[in-house]
T-cell receptor
């Protein structure tokens, strides 16, 4: 099956810093989503982005499907950005495979 | 909208007991997903439904697990008999199942502990 690799596994930053999270996948996909799991366990969808670039406030994402990777950018980090960020992909429409996540800690 | 609703939020049971987890998807969504999250295996898709019909159950770990969706607004995941290794957080998610609406919306999860 499709493999998803996220890097880095852990990232610790000061408030106000910028960060880039990477997601590599092993096969062509028609569905790619980024999620944030907050410290209380809630999973929030950030982007549905099988290709191209999207922006939402301080967050943006880019997927280069031909090169099988996606990037999530977080600018001017806030403590509320802390948590685990997951990339999930599917080569068959809805059957998402999740990466192991990047744990982001933003210190005040 | 109330979002995806799951119950119970926490369940503690003893090995061998039957466990039933419940999910109400977002109104109007026609695809529903059950996931399991553990430290060892991360987030795994167990089964998903489209228009109340199971489409892919290849992630269901074994016959002790079963899922149903009797109507568009309700689904259950049942474990019988439960074992300690079933301890995990179980998430339900839903979406509209088409085009840009492949975006999945997750419920708060049910934390299951099997003693």
């Amino acid at each position: 099956g499709i493999q998803v690799e996220q890097s880095p596994p852990d990232l610790i930053l000061q408030e106000g810093a910028n960060s880039t999270l990477r997601c590599n996948f092993s096969d062509s996909v028609n569905n790619l989503q980024w999620f944030h799991q907050n410290p209380w366990g809630q999973l929030i969808n950030l982007f549905y982005i099988p290709s191209g670039t999207k922006q939402n406030g301080r967050l943006s994402a880019t997927t280069v499907a031909t090169e099988r990777y996606s990037l999530l950018y977080i600018s001017s980090s806030q403590t509320t950005d802390s948590g685990v960020y997951f990339c999930a992909v599917a080569s068959r429409a809805q059957k998402l495979v999740f990466g192991q996540g990047t744990r982001l800690t933003i210190n005040p | 909208d109330a979002g995806v609703i799951q119950s119970p939020r926490h369940e503690v049971t003893e090995m061998g007991q039957e466990v039933t987890l419940r999910c109400k998807p977002i109104s109007g969504h026609n695809s529903l997903f059950w996931y399991r999250q553990t430290m060892m295996r991360g987030l795994e898709l167990l089964i998903y439904f489209n228009n109340n019909v199971p489409i892919d159950d290849s992630g269901m770990p074994e016959d002790r697990f079963s899922a149903k969706m009797p109507n568009a607004s309700f689904s259950t995941l049942k474990i019988q008999p439960s074992e300690p290794r079933d301890s995990a957080v179980y998430f339900c998610a839903s979406n509209s199942g088409s085009g840009a609406s492949f975006t999945q919306y997750f419920g708060p999860g049910t934390r299951l502990t099997v003693l």
